[in-house]
């Protein structure tokens, strides 16, 4: 409970986050945002430091969780010069837990290793109420040892920590995990938009959907919200098209086609085109049921 941890980004997982590890009795010392009046609440409810630079959130810790929306956020915070996590890093471990591709990861426990610092990533498969609660489902890569050492922590957030292997591994499962979920929520959406223009009873549906081989976890987390056009978000439609991305690249590089990935893929930029990109993923059905299509 000694080590003093900083969070850089601060959305709807990190801050959740944050607001667990406190409630567990570890000291959150520093936040960071690219919008400083997050940090800045967010300090305030917990005794910390709203950090105005990266360097100080490193400063401060002992560990940083960064959880950042993409590739090119990762790669900025940590940059190899200007303001960047990897200043005066030497003995810090950092926790990442954004979803991005394999090779960002190696990226980065190479550039932590060079100073002195340790890296994991730290890839989760739960949403918003799961990282308040301390029951995210985590896949950890990265060294062995430093696992081992972050394990007390990690342990606070999740109830199931899963050590995948060496860096990047545990983003190539996460990438998997996600290019599935996606696919099954716009198989799920179009199942339930054909039934709407069908004029069934979309309750009686879903109930027969759960007892077949339609069932899937998606129904239980997306299908009534489908119904009901409830699209409060947990995972944003632009965060489901770029993480199919990531999936799609993965299978480029392994020389696989991927038609569900591919269309699926498309169906979430066709949400980010038409403005709905911060709708909750299961916001697709706005695009299969026949009275709610949006124009492109």
């Known amino acids: ?22 409630d567990c009795g570890f000291a959150i ?60 890093a030497q003995g810090r471990t950092f926790i990442n837990c954004a979803t991005v591709s394999p090779a960002v990861h190696l990226e980065v426990e190479a550039a932590a290793q060079k100073v002195g610092a340790h890296a994991l990533e730290g890839c989760m498969a739960s949403s918003i109420t799961q990282a308040r609660e301390g029951s995210l489902y985590l896949m950890v890569g990265g060294r062995r040892d430093v696992f081992e050492g972050a394990k007390a922590i990690l342990e606070k957030l999740s109830t199931n920590v899963r050590y995948i292997g060496q860096a990047g591994e545990a983003a190539k499962v996460k990438a ?3 290019m599935v979920m996606n696919i099954n929520t716009a198989g799920l959406a179009e199942g339930l938009g054909l039934a709407s223009a069908l004029g069934l009873d979309l309750s009686m549906v879903r ?6 081989g339609a069932a899937s976890r998606v129904l239980v987390t997306d299908g009534e919200d489908m119904q009901n056009r409830d699209h ?21 590089a392994a020389g696989l086609l991927l038609p569900l990935a591919t269309a699926t893929k498309a169906q979430y930029e066709r ?20 009275e709610r299509s949006p124009a492109t």
């Open 1 to 22: 409970m000694n080590a003093k941890i900083g969070f850089v980004g601060l959305g709807r997982m990190g801050a959740n986050m944050a607001r667990r590890l406190k």
């Open 207 to 212: 109930e027969i959907f759960s007892q077949t």
């Open 176 to 178: 998997l995990v996600n």
């Open 232 to 252: 409060a978000c947990f995972f944003s439609a632009s965060h489901a098209a770029k993480d199919s991305a990531i999936a799609l690249r993965l299978g480029e």
């Open 29 to 88: 010392t520093a936040v960071y945002d690219i919008h400083q009046e997050t940090a800045t609440s967010l300090a305030g409810e917990l005794g910390a430091v709203a950090s105005s630079t990266l360097a100080s959130v490193t400063a401060l810790s002992d560990v940083v969780i960064t959880v950042v929306t993409d590739d090119a956020a990762m790669r900025a915070i940590f940059a190899g010069s200007g303001d960047t996590l990897l200043t005066g």
């Open 271 to 290: 949400m980010v085109a038409a403005g709905l990109g911060e709708l909750d993923k299961s916001g697709i059905a706005e695009l299969t049921f026949r």
